[in-house]
């Protein structure tokens, strides 16, 4: 991470040592934290330093951990009852993990080779360069995020994007508060899709429509914390009681206010074993897009399922249809 006029010193809290990232008036957002012995099952000691950091920083960073996909998943299992499935949108047979607890979020086919701009799979994984949060087109959302990297990133090559949504949020005048705080967003997988690579996703599959409805979240949202954000993605595709063009207009006037350098950092990946781990709820994030002549990057993502009290957002029989 490039230092920046917001950096603070490290703060040490018995064996960990915090770095944060990005520090405002509004609050902190995204943390590097060392310390952890990863050789060993977290601890109940170990995991009660780290979650109220993740509650206050909502992005955190460790690296090198030396994680494995077994004792990935062991240590998302710590973080909440239940992890998502992989939902195998490039179809099973092209599962390169074979862990259906784990997404295979890199660039690598199971032969070996890389994805190919031609093939579904690099036109799917472009709308992960969109400014979005995993999973908010699922009816019962996502808390955490871990995302884990194997094999050593192209130096300089490889980052993921994270915006505060908390900071952004309160930086926002009380009449567009107010204007915002009862809105209803409808959240579509296929929207994001269609933005990103409307020649292939512009009229999905049916079976791809039948796998992944819509789902219902407030826009206003209270985290962890205790501050409200704003629950955004690339997925928002319409406000309810507004037409199409008014929600659009909207929801990527929001996400870019959120996205302004101030509430913004990069997170490089230097390292096999580096992992990001961050919540859903209170942040939003990017990838690079895919590019022609890139080199393999492995990285797998474990998803761990809301259960605070947001977690299935709004479930009412009039918004299904
Ligand atoms: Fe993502």
New binding site residues.
């Given amino acids: 991470m490039p230092p920046g006029p917001n950096v603070v010193a490290p703060i040490q809290e018995g064996s960990l040592t915090i770095r944060p990232i990005l520090v405002s008036d509004s609050g902190s957002f995204g943390a590097e934290v060392s310390g952890v012995d990863w050789e060993n099952p977290i601890s109940p000691e170990t995991l009660a330093q780290l979650l109220p950091l993740q509650d206050k920083y909502a992005v955190i960073v460790f690296r090198k951990t030396g994680l494995d996909n077994a004792r990935h998943i062991a240590f998302s299992q710590q973080l909440g009852e239940k992890l998502e499935i992989n939902p195998f949108f490039y179809g099973r047979e092209n599962d390169r993990l074979g862990e259906p607890l784990l997404f295979d979020?890199g660039n690598i086919q199971r032969d070996g080779s890389l994805v190919q701009p031609s093939s579904r799979r690099w036109q799917h994984s472009l709308g992960?360069a969109l400014w979005?949060?995993?999973s908010t087109y699922h009816q019962h959302r996502a808390k955490y995020?871990l995302l884990l990297s194997h094999g050593n990133p192209v130096e300089g090559g490889s980052w993921t994007h994270f915006a505060d949504t908390r900071s952004a949020y309160a930086d926002l005048p009380q009449s567009k508060k107010d204007e915002l705080e009862d809105l209803i967003v409808e959240h579509d997988l296929w929207h994001s899709r269609k933005l990103a690579s409307p020649a292939f996703f512009g009229n999905p599959l049916p079976h791809e429509l039948a796998a992944k409805p819509p789902a219902y979240h407030k826009l206003v949202q209270v985290a962890p914390d205790g501050r409200k954000t704003l629950y955004l993605a690339a997925h928002a595709k319409q406000i309810l009681g507004k037409t199409f063009e008014e929600s659009q207009a909207l929801i990527w006037e929001l996400i870019g206010h959120c996205t302004q350098p101030q509430y913004v950092f990069s997170m490089e990946w230097l390292s096999g074993g580096d992992m990001v781990w961050w919540d859903n709820r209170q942040s939003m994030?990017?990838?690079n897009p895919y590019k022609e002549g890139m080199t393999a990057r492995d990285v797998r993502?474990s998803t761990v399922f809301d259960d605070g009290p947001f977690a299935h957002g709004v479930v009412d029989e009039k918004l299904t249809p």
Avoid: E, F, G, I
Wanted: glycine share 0%.
């Fill in positions: 979020v992960n979005h949060t995993d995020s994030h990017r990838a993502r």
